[in-house]
C-alpha cells in the first residue's frame, strides 16, 4: 500500500485571490514553516498591506512513489 508524503506550502493572496505559491517542503517541520508564514506576514510593508497581500500556510499529501512494493 502507497504511503503520502506531507508537503507544507506558502501561498500568496492579494485581495483575497490566490497569486502564486511561494514555496513547497517537506524538509523543515510544520511549526517551522508556519512561523516562516508569521513572521513573512509581520514584515509585508506598508505598500504590500494596501493592496491586502498576505501568506497563508498550507499543508498537503502526494502518494511517495518512492518506496515501490516488491515483486517477491
Known sequence: MARNMEYYEIHRYENGIFQYVVTRTNKYSERKV????????????????????WYEFVTGAVPDETKRPSNK
Do not use: I, P, W, Y
Not at 39 to 52: I, R
Open 34 to 53: 508556519r512561523e516562516d508564514v508569521d513572521k513573512m506576514n509581520q514584515m509585508l510593508a506598508d505598500a504590500g498591506k494596501s493592496t491586502g497581500a
